[in-house]
T-cell receptor, first 113, second 113 residues
Framework: DQQVKQNSPSLSVQEGRISILNCDYTNSMFDYFLWYKKYPAEGPTFLISISSIKDKNEDGRFTVFLNKSAKHLSLHIVPSQPGDSAVYFCAASGSGSARQLTFGSGTQLTVLP | EAQVTQNPRYLITVTGKKLTVTCSQNMNHEYMSWYRQDPGLGLRQIYYSMNVEVTDKGDVPEGYKVSRKEKRNFPLILESPSPNQTSLYFC????????????FGPGTRLTVL
């Protein structure tokens, strides 16, 4: 049973418009959430994160929103650029000492010029 | 340059032939981890290590072994590979404190025939 779900395998957006990537989780013990970006033939790279005590975190063109009651988070990219085309993974961390990450299945974002 | 390196990047082998995938990091990180990425399943953790000589199972440890004799190295061992271990493998590392921004290696594409 997947505890972190990304229900959209792919998303296409026009350059300059907003990209919204969604993620749902089931485990209420998760207290920290991250987004990773992955280009082909490379490892995932950290993009942005949010603690469960916040509902929004912004870093340049990237904003993550957390709705704890709905167990839902989203990543907004504004404006979208062709270089943003990649697979985006949502991940969640529990409070144990190892703070292991549980990943979603990823969403392929394609930004069309 | 701070990085996580993996070798080999690509490997094709046959069922039952023991293999080792090496992982090394130069950031003096205490925590290291192995993941496999499969279509529709995202990244799943195989094993992790909190420090030298301290290892523990992740979500999918069956068929794998690891060792952590030195802080910088964390090899993944497949004693008797099977076709269901065909996958894309990532090594990652992070510091032991704080939240979970992991640094990933470039990946190893393994095919078991």
């Amino acid at each position: 049973d997947q505890q972190v779900k990304q229900n959209s395998p792919s998303l296409s957006v026009q350059e300059g418009r907003i990209s919204i990537l969604n993620c749902d989780y089931t485990n209420s013990m998760f207290d920290y959430f991250l987004w990773y970006k992955k280009y082909p033939a490379e490892g995932p790279t950290f993009l942005i994160s949010i603690s469960s005590i916040k509902d929004k975190n912004e870093d340049g063109r990237f904003t993550v929103f957390l709705n704890k009651s709905a167990k839902h988070l989203s990543l907004h990219i504004v404006p979208s650029q062709p270089g943003d085309s990649a697979v985006y993974f949502c991940a969640a961390s529990g409070s144990g000492s190892a703070r292991q990450l549980t990943f979603g299945s990823g969403t392929q974002l394609t930004v069309l010029p | 340059e701070a990085q996580v390196t993996q070798n080999p990047r690509y490997l094709i082998t046959v069922t039952g032939k023991k293999l080792t995938v090496t992982c090394s990091q130069n950031m003096n990180h205490e925590y290291m981890s192995w993941y496999r990425q499969d279509p529709g399943l995202g990244l799943r953790q195989i094993y992790y290590s909190m420090n030298v000589e301290v290892t523990d199972k992740g979500d999918v440890p069956e068929g794998y072994k690891v060792s952590r004799k030195e802080k910088r190295n964390f090899p993944l061992i497949l004693e008797s590979p099977s076709p269901n271990q065909t996958s894309l493998y990532f090594c990652a590392s992070r510091t032991s404190g704080g939240y979970n921004e992991q640094f990933f290696g470039p990946g190893t594409r393994l095919t078991v025939l």
